[in-house]
């Protein structure tokens, strides 16, 4: 075999300054040979301002060469900035826009360039700006709308001056009278009176006529006004706002103060005579707050004073984690204001815990109250007085459950009830449940099965065993109730289940479990040609789900005694070689079935690398197959030419070469990479190292650190993948390699091994009453790949709708105009994918 090469030939670029004068020493680099838009194999030009490339593929060449603080072609940007009566604006901030350099794209971008403040005369200047379009924008602190202009520096050495003038934003006075408040008593003297907003806060005085005044400084906008009086300690906040050239008058009234009362009641309306915390909040400025403990001399009232007018919220709570709030306005100066807060309603659950007689009571029994789910409380019953008794107090009112196990018998029982009203006592009593006994035969293929592995399931209750050499089974001491037995063979292997339902205390169920019907496999691996026998070969099975492995003998042959009945699929790997073989077989119930496995056949590559000029050139060949059993090789030709593959699987292949003149820039690539608990080191994980666009890959695994380091990786972008056999974990990442020799450290890579799933949906499952074009928001555990396999359905017809992933790629928003009073059904199905390639384990619906 020969490969040939396609032709290359040779590049010349020279570099010139703004003055067209060669420019040597400086770096050039190829464009187009690599992902890195600032190009490649750089060089350096010769005194001549000449670069050469050679071997650089048939054709169009370009190049680039980047000077970055240098005398360049530039210009100068000057400007005069007027206050609106025309006096130079001093202190103005002034921003420059204009060419600049990105180093990710290697090219000149429209960016903020310098930044200045005009001077005493309203000047700016801005010397070494890149031609082409320029604008500055020009901002002050008392004429706060922004102005600017735009122009062009068309050639080295151009100057664009601008004349601007700044917008005249400044307010009127801003003034006003502050009352006590009786809304009709001037303050007087002294009240201290703050305006908040744009500009640094700006405090004044009122007159002895309670007047205050500030000057006209203030930009056009909303600012807070707030009053204090350190005579009185009243207290004021309003908002305003200030239009240009606009008086204003506003007065304020000083905030008026009273007392609140605050009667905190049980469920059923009582005062509240335990130790509760009282705790009064104001709604609006000053936003005070305050606190008071409730004592059994109080009588479930606490007294606040001195608080200002205004809304209110009141809030209390127990030791007993009962609590309640309530929400008032006080109505100005002196007023009086009686709140009631309402304590959560709660009640007593007690009982007893009773044998299954239903009369014996169990001492020393353990209880737990569990409310939503949740345990919040334990009690052990009583051994002396009255036996077998129990009590919670303080249950909040709603459904309530009991669960309760004596510790001689390990019985266990269960009540449920619920507190409806303040105080009231629910009496619920827990009767054990009986033990029996869970006994049975485990056949396979209807033969009695010794040694099979029996798993019963009762409730909270799991026991195993084995069966004895008949095939029998026998647990005692299972509660009563629904009894799941599952028996099968090492591993679950064969796995069956049957189940029924244990009645009254010592009584036996008997459950006879069959084992998933078996056959045997019996087959022969012949060798390439269809009639020697094999050698030594590695047989696998895979049958629902089940793996089988064994070896041949020398004779080709091999056997699976007892494999699951169904289609199951066959291969064969010869042990010392790479051959192999697949194959399938039915295998019936308690029957033989013949298969013979003939292996895909090994052969030999051997050929020459040759140049586009028919010369022998070393280089890299690619060898594909792509037969019934895909692979791929990588072999380096000699000086001469001549390379060679001593083995590989029988079958069409192709075989590429790729050959370099010179060095390559490359670099180095690192990282460590640890499981999803971002701490345990993911030793052994593959990581592949895709070079964009398309320019081949790098695989390696990490070390026993966690830690992967990859060499002689070309310069430009690359997609790091990394998945670990151990925990299925994945990850992603991107980067850039930017200079030759340069060692890349990614860092921390961090597995991530949950599975896709939605999380939420939007409206939620059962949701009535949405309106015909509510957008339909799903959030998903990973980051997806597209919006595929989602869909809207109005029974079985899909409905149009238009999906948007969102930035993070979690949520999918649908929207469209839904069918008016019609279920609809959202659909997700296993075909959606996340940017790890992975589905849901199965199809998710919301109606």
């Known amino acids: 075999m020969v490969v040939v090469l396609s032709g290359i030939g040779t590049a010349e ?127 002050h602190p008392f004429f706060t709308t922004n102005v600017g202009a735009h122009g062009t520096l068309s050639k080295n050495g151009d100057n664009v001056d601008f004349s601007l003038k700044l917008v005249n934003t400044i307010s009127g006075v801003l003034s006003g009278i502050v009352y006590l408040p009786d809304g009709v008593t001037p303050a007087g003297a002294g009240v201290e009176v703050t305006a908040a907003g744009p500009l640094p806060d700006v405090t004044v005085s009122t007159d002895a006529n309670g007047h205050y005044a500030f000057a006209k400084i203030f930009p056009e906008g909303t600012y807070n006004v707030t009053a204090r009086d350190g005579a009185t300690g009243g207290l004021r906040r309003d908002q305003v706002y200030l239009r240009a050239s606009q008086d204003l008058i506003h007065n304020l009234r000083l905030k008026g103060r009273g007392t609140v009362n605050v009667n905190v009641v049980n469920g059923a309306g009582q005062p509240v005579t335990t130790s509760a915390f009282v705790r009064l909040e104001e709604s609006e400025y000053p936003n005070r707050t305050y606190e008071a403990a409730l004592e059994a001399a109080n009588n479930g009232v606490a007294t606040f004073t001195n608080v200002f007018e205004g809304p209110l919220t009141a809030t209390a709570s127990d030791a007993f984690a009962r609590g309640g709030r309530a929400s008032s306005v006080l109505s100005g100066p002196g007023a009086t204001l009686g709140m009631t807060v309402a304590m959560t309603t709660t009640g007593t659950v007690k009982g007893h815990f009773f044998q299954t007689d239903g009369v014996t009571p169990i001492p020393f029994g353990a209880v737990r109250l569990v409310i939503n789910g949740t345990t919040t409380g334990q009690a052990t019953t009583n051994a002396t007085d009255d036996v077998g008794a129990f009590s919670f107090s303080y249950v909040p009112a709603g459904p309530v459950r009991l669960e309760a196990q004596d510790p001689q018998t390990a019985r266990s029982g269960i009540a449920a009830g619920s507190v409806t009203t303040e105080g009231e006592t629910v009496t619920l009593d827990i009767k054990a449940q009986g033990l029996g006994t869970v006994q049975g035969l485990v056949t396979s293929n209807g033969a009695a099965q010794p040694g099979a592995q029996v798993m019963i399931d009762a409730g909270q209750i799991h026991a195993s065993t084995i069966t004895d050499s008949t095939g029998q089974y026998s647990i005692g001491g299972v509660p009563e109730g629904r009894v799941v037995a599952t028996a099968s063979l090492s591993g679950n292997f064969l796995t069956g289940t049957n189940s029924g339902v244990l009645a009254g205390e010592a009584s036996t169920l008997t459950l006879d479990v069959a084992l998933r019907d078996s056959g045997k496999i019996s087959g022969k691996v012949l060798s390439a040609n269809g009639v020697t026998s094999a050698p030594l070969s590695y047989i696998t099975a895979l049958a629902s789900g089940s793996t089988l492995s064994t070896t041949s003998d020398t004779q080709g042959n091999f056997t699976f005694d007892r494999v699951p ?193 939605v999380v939420s949906v939007a409206p939620p499952d059962g949701t009535t009453g949405v309106a015909i074009n509510a957008p339909i928001v799903l959030t998903f555990s990973n980051s997806l790949q597209s919006a595929a396999g989602i869909s809207v359905l109005d029974g079985t017809n899909t409905i149009g709708a238009s999906a948007t992933l969102s930035a993070d790629g979690k949520s999918v928003t649908l929207n469209g105009t839904w069918p008016d009073s019609k279920q609809l059904t959202v659909l997700v199905s296993t075909a959606t994918s996340d940017i790890f390639g992975r589905h849901p384990l199965a199809s998710f619906s919301s109606r």
């Open 13 to 139: 670029f020279t570099v010139f300054d703004a003055t067209h004068t060669p420019i040597s020493n400086q770096e050039v680099a190829l464009l187009g040979e690599c992902g890195n838009p600032c190009g490649c194999a750089s060089q350096k030009t010769d005194t001549n301002g000449k670069v050469r490339f050679e071997g650089v593929p048939l054709g169009t060449a370009a190049a680039r060469a980047t000077r970055v603080g240098f005398n360049s072609i530039d210009g100068t940007v000057t400007g005069t900035v007027l206050n609106p009566d025309n006096t130079p604006a001093l202190g103005a901030d002034v921003k420059l826009t204009a060419k600049v350099f990105d180093e990710d794209s290697c090219g000149l971008l429209d960016g903020i360039a310098q930044r200045a403040r005009t001077d005493s005369a309203g000047k700016f200047r801005f010397t070494g700006v890149n031609v082409g379009n320029v604008s500055v924008n020009v901002s």
């Open 565 to 757: 009945i169904g289609s199951v699929s066959l291969s064969a790997s010869v042990l010392a070689g790479i051959d192999k073989s697949v194959g399938s077989t039915e295998v019936l119930a308690n029957a033989t079935s013949n298969v013979t496995l003939t292996l895909n056949g090994v052969g030999s590559i051997t050929g020459r690398a040759l140049d586009s000029g028919g010369l022998p050139i070393a280089g890299d060949i690619s060898v594909t197959g792509s037969g019934a059993f895909p692979y791929s090789f990588t072999v380096q030709s000699q000086s001469d030419g001549n390379f060679a593959l001593p083995q590989v699987l029988a079958g069409p292949f192709t075989a590429t070469l790729r050959a370099k003149s010179g060095e390559l820039p490359s670099g180095s690539v690192t990282a460590l990479v640890v499981r999803s608990d971002g701490a345990t080191p993911a030793v052994g994980a593959n990581v592949t190292l895709q070079l964009d666009p398309n320019r081949g890959t790098v695989a390696l695994q990490t070390g026993t650190d966690g830690r992967f380091t990859a060499r002689g990786v070309p310069l430009g972008g690359f997609t790091v993948r990394v998945s670990d056999p151990i925990t299925n974990g994945l990850a992603l990442t991107q980067s850039t390699l930017v200079n030759n020799s340069d060692t890349l450290d990614l860092h921390t890579i961090v597995l991530d091994d949950k599975p896709l799933m």
